[in-house]
């Protein structure tokens, strides 16, 4: 098993470009997420997903949309990047979120995107 | 809402033992966990705790007091591959996604 898998690992983008971060995980889990991670911030949640065709906004959702047409794949998508999107991004899945379940979440290695 | 609040950086001695902190403030409580990040690679897993008490898994031990809103994770016996950033993250009742803290870098010296 691949477990959490992000494409590209970096890239690097002018201000009004667009582009679209990919996520995939092989292990038939129901619940996945995307993450930035700035210093000092920790990891903020942008988007998530709680089963295929289904989509909510996290904390931070403002300039990014997603997308979950398959099960094992969560898109992430910059519009007009800008340069506060300048971040490393972390998509990650789960088996479910039921209230009391251990849960624990999958993380992928990562996307450093940078915007000029 | 929720609050969690971490120490941002410790060091420790090769060796040592350290304990990292973790309090919290939130409307119902379901579940803490302690994830691990190395420099430049993803969170990994540490530990869950849901009741009150020390878990113990190896080198490392977390634990947890709902009533004082409160964990650590203390981890013996240190090496230098311990040098990293250990990332607290809450649960909520009601809510399936935690809460992540801005997590604690520990840099472990010779």
């Known amino acids: 098993n691949a477990g959490v898998t992000q494409t590209p690992k970096f890239r690097v983008l002018k201000t009004g470009q667009s582009m679209t971060l990919l996520c995939a995980q092989d292990?038939?889990?129901?619940?996945m997420y995307w993450y930035r991670q700035d210093p000092g911030m920790g990891l903020r949640l942008i988007h998530y997903?709680?089963?295929?065709?289904?989509?909510a906004k996290g904390e931070v959702p403002d300039g990014y949309n997603v997308s979950r047409l398959k099960k094992q794949n969560f898109l992430l998508g910059l519009e007009s990047a800008a340069p506060s999107q300048t971040s490393v991004y972390f998509c990650?899945?789960?088996?479910?979120?039921?209230?009391?379940?251990?849960?624990?979440?999958?993380f992928g290695p990562g996307t450093r995107l940078l915007v000029l | 809402g929720q609050n969690i609040d971490q120490p941002t950086e410790m060091t420790a001695t090769e060796g040592a033992i350290v304990q990292i902190n973790c309090t919290y403030q939130?409307?119902?409580?379901?579940?803490l966990f302690w994830y691990q990040q190395h420099a430049g690679e993803a969170p990994t897993f540490l530990s869950y705790?849901?009741?009150?008490g020390l878990e113990e898994k190896g080198r490392f031990s977390s634990f947890l007091s709902r009533s004082k809103g409160y964990s650590y994770l203390l981890l013996k016996e240190l090496q230098m591959k311990d040098s990293a950033s250990y990332l607290c993250?809450?649960?909520?009742?009601?809510?399936?996604?935690?809460?992540f803290g801005r997590g604690t870098s520990l840099i472990v010296h010779p």
């Open positions: 990650a899945s789960s088996y479910s979120g039921l209230a009391g379940g251990k849960e624990t979440q999958y």
């Open positions: 292990m038939n889990h129901e619940y």
């Open positions: 997903s709680v089963g295929e065709g289904t989509t």
């Open positions: 939130t409307s119902g409580f379901n579940g």
């Open positions: 705790n849901v009741l009150d």
């Open positions: 993250a809450v649960k909520r009742l009601g809510s399936y996604i935690p809460t």
